[in-house]
């Protein structure tokens, strides 16, 4: 494929940040899994955004990488917050973003994403799923698109859905991708969707940007 073509087709997804567990080994199946998916991904031409930690954010850094694709991390230096991972040192990406907090750094990864995937992780990447979810619904028609990784995710959308109160066209804002082809699709299909988006009233994104800085 033609460099230039390769990036310049993705006119409204071209930054993807990948959510998931700190906690990981590279031997571990979901480390190997974002690794994979970033390496794919960057080849395709996306940049890959990360929150600069250890197991999935280095994963998808290194799997970048080996991709020949470009990579931003989004961190923060931890004050008085032990149980988070904080910056890795074996994490080192093209552009770093330094927030002041925790709340910050997860906004300004979701600021910096155009699409989000959310992998295997713990607390914090529910609150991130949690997070990506409401804006989607929020900015419903302007929003951005994110993918849930693996078969886990199946039960627990189950289970959201036969106990919460959730509208039907929320379910529509996400897919759940079981390998790396279907992720692939997944973002192809998204930029379709947005691609027949009217986009005067938006500027492309620019509202829904908006609820991250103001």
């Known amino acids: 494929m033609d460099e230039n073509k390769k990036y310049t087709s993705h006119k409204f997804i071209k930054n993807i940040a990948f959510f998931g567990d700190a906690d990981i080994s ?62 890795y040192i074996g994490n080192v990406t093209d552009k770093e973003v330094v927030t002041t907090n925790y709340i910050d750094r997860m906004f300004k990864l979701m600021e910096n994403g155009d699409s989000f995937i959310m992998f295997k992780g713990g607390s914090g990447t529910l609150s991130e799923f949690g997070t990506a979810w409401v804006l989607a619904k929020l900015y419903y028609g302007h929003h951005k698109p994110f993918i849930l990784f693996g078969e886990h995710w199946i039960p627990i959308i189950d289970a959201i859905r036969d106990n919460m109160n959730i509208d039907a066209k929320e379910y529509s804002v996400f897919e759940i991708c079981r390998n790396t082809e279907e992720v692939i699709r997944a973002i192809q299909k998204f930029e379709m969707k947005i691609a027949t988006r009217d986009h005067s009233k938006d500027g492309s994104g620019d509202e829904y940007d908006k609820a991250f800085t103001e």
């Not at 031409?45 to 954010?57: A, K, S």
């Not at 280095?58 to 470009?70: C, D, H, L, N, P």
């Open 26 to 87: 590279p031997a571990d199946e979901t480390y190997i899994a974002a690794f994979d998916v970033a390496e794919a991904l960057a080849k395709e031409g996306y940049v890959i955004v990360d929150g600069g930690g250890p197991g999935v954010m280095e994963a998808a850094t290194s799997g970048a990488r080996k991709g020949g694709g470009k990579t931003i991390s989004v961190t923060f230096d931890p004050v008085k917050a032990p149980g988070f991972e904080g910056k």
